[in-house]
């Protein structure tokens, strides 16, 4: 009893520290993401403005609708105004066989936000060449394959051969549905794992893995397609750094790191803006899997 009588205590002692302890933790500053990838394609160009949110939000990032987004062409002075949709979204529409992306030329994007104006510079570089698509059956017995009865694409494509390393970034869809996923970023260097220099040819046939597309799997009479978008090296390095920091786990896991912006903010500016500017020069091409 002696015992019990010192034992009591301390749980009603313990039972009593258990109260709940809010931690608040500090947000960070207000930052503008702007994220702008700009091709050739005779499609809609978008620019999306947006801001950052909480580590733990599970909502859309907040979109930025009174920005005035302008492309200007450095090389002939033109400009081209994008209208604000929804979303952050801010759109060019191409309402003719031209483009507002030309080969060689360099382009300033303007994003000007309660009279800050954020800039960025990229180059129109030099495209690939997308020969055909080949879509293959499965019958279950390959390990790699897929599922059985279904089907895999494999794509057949040329780059440039010379001492100029061409940065590639491969897009895939099915049925018009993009592979957007963080494991769907795929990228090479001159269709192949890195620079070919003194080749032999002045053509260079594309290497898996990239020509693999991703390992996806398509059904009898889906469409594959496949945008390849030929990108500056500065945004082949966003890409793999980006690749790098999603991967980044386990065992040996470096110190993550902040993805590098290309987005200039002007002096002065009380908000300080993040994202990548990029300007590619795209090839396509479409097969119904037979």
């Given at each position: 009893?002696?015992?019990?009588?010192?034992?009591?205590?301390?749980?009603?002692?313990?039972?009593?520290?258990?109260?709940?302890?809010?931690?608040?933790?500090?947000?960070?500053?207000?930052?503008?993401?702007?994220?702008?990838?700009?091709?050739?394609?005779?499609?809609?160009?978008?620019?999306?403005?947006?801001?950052?949110?909480?580590?733990?939000?599970?909502?859309?990032?907040?979109?930025?609708?009174?920005?005035?987004?302008?492309?200007?062409?450095?090389?002939?002075?033109?400009?081209?105004?994008?209208?604000?949709?929804?979303?952050?979204?801010?759109?060019?529409?191409?309402?003719?066989?031209?483009?507002?992306?030309?080969?060689?030329?360099?382009?300033?994007?303007?994003?000007?936000?309660?009279g800050d104006t954020y800039t960025s510079i990229n180059e129109q570089n030099r495209g690939a060449v997308i020969d055909s698509i080949g879509a293959y059956y499965n019958d279950g017995s390959d390990p790699f394959g897929g599922p059985a009865n279904s089907y895999n694409c494999l794509l057949f494509a040329r780059d440039k051969a010379d001492?100029?390393?061409?940065?590639?970034?491969?897009?895939?869809?099915?049925?018009?549905?993009?592979?957007?996923?963080?494991?769907?970023?795929?990228?090479?260097?001159?269709?192949?794992?890195?620079?070919?220099?003194?080749?032999?040819?002045?053509?260079?046939?594309?290497?898996?893995?990239?020509?693999?597309?991703?390992?996806?799997?398509?059904?009898?009479?889906?469409?594959?397609?496949?945008?390849?978008?030929?990108?500056?090296?500065?945004?082949?390095?966003?890409?793999?750094?980006?690749?790098?920091?999603?991967?980044?786990?386990?065992?040996?896991?470096?110190?993550?790191?902040?993805?590098?912006?290309?987005?200039?903010?002007?002096?002065?500016?009380?908000?300080?803006?993040?994202?990548?500017?990029?300007?590619?020069?795209?090839?396509?091409?479409?097969?119904?899997?037979?």
């Amino acid at each position: 009893m002696k015992k019990l009588a010192y034992i009591i205590p301390l749980i009603i002692f313990f039972i009593s520290c258990e109260n709940v302890v809010q931690i608040k933790l500090d947000e960070g500053s207000k930052l503008y993401v702007i994220d702008a990838f700009i091709s050739d394609l005779r499609t809609d160009q978008v620019v999306r403005v947006t801001t950052n949110d909480s580590y733990f939000s599970n909502r859309s990032a907040p979109p930025v609708d009174n920005a005035i987004v302008t492309l200007v062409d450095l090389n002939t002075s033109a400009s081209y105004s994008f209208s604000y949709t929804s979303k952050g979204k801010y759109v060019y529409s191409i309402n003719t066989p031209d483009t507002i992306a030309r080969l060689g030329h360099k382009y300033m994007l303007q994003v000007t936000i309660n009279g800050d104006t954020y800039t960025s510079i990229n180059e129109q570089n030099r495209g690939a060449v997308i020969d055909s698509i080949g879509a293959y059956y499965n019958d279950g017995s390959d390990p790699f394959g897929g599922p059985a009865n279904s089907y895999n694409c494999l794509l057949f494509a040329r780059d440039k051969a010379d001492n100029n390393p061409d940065y590639y970034w491969l897009r895939t869809f099915r049925n018009d549905t993009l592979f957007n996923g963080s494991a769907d970023i795929n990228i090479c260097i001159d269709g192949t794992g890195g620079a070919v220099l003194n080749a032999p040819t002045d053509t260079i046939a594309f290497t898996p893995s990239a020509t693999f597309l991703g390992f996806k799997n398509y059904k009898l009479n889906d469409v594959c397609k496949v945008e390849i978008h030929s990108i500056s090296r500065e945004t082949y390095f966003f890409f793999y750094q980006a690749l790098t920091q999603i991967n980044n786990a386990g065992l040996f896991a470096t110190t993550p790191e902040n993805i590098k912006t290309n987005i200039s903010t002007p002096n002065g500016a009380k908000i300080r803006s993040i994202g990548w500017f990029s300007m590619a020069t795209a090839v396509t091409k479409s097969k119904v899997v037979q």
